[in-house]
């Protein structure tokens, strides 16, 4: 029943702002590392943000100062709130939980949403 579910993205134009969410099941959400990434077309994936279960952030250096990543242990969702949103920021975003780690080494996770397509254009 573990499970990672995906929402809030679309088309958005350029300056905009989307708030994404992640929703999980099936596994003691309050313990885990929660980590955004996203995959432009033609790259793979990288890290976006972490938050660790004690409200620890970590941003990669393109997101940092414009997104928020931020959790509701009571509602076992992660969210990641975006402004400033550029045409390079566009991408399928996933989230992936871990209880060991917040890396943004993509390779270390082996449980993930399906997606949710962002896409920046005028």
């Known amino acids: 029943q573990w499970q990672l579910v995906e929402s809030g993205g679309g088309l958005v134009q350029p300056g905009g702002s989307l708030t994404l969410s992640c929703v999980g099941s099936g596994f003691a959400w309050g313990y885990y590392n929660l980590i955004w990434f996203r995959q432009a077309p033609g790259k793979g994936r990288e890290g976006v943000a972490s938050?660790?279960?004690?409200?620890?952030?970590n941003y990669a250096e393109s997101a940092r100062g414009r997104f928020t990543i931020s959790r509701d242990n009571a509602k076992n969702t992660v969210y990641l709130q975006m402004n400033s949103l550029t045409p390079d920021d566009t991408g399928v975003y996933y989230c992936?939980?871990?209880?060991?780690?917040?890396?943004?080494?993509?390779?270390?996770?082996?449980?993930w949403g399906q997606g949710t397509q962002v896409t920046v254009s005028s």
């Open positions: 938050i660790s279960p004690s409200d620890v952030t």
């Open positions: 992936a939980a871990s209880v060991s780690f917040a890396s943004f080494d993509p390779n270390i996770y082996n449980r």
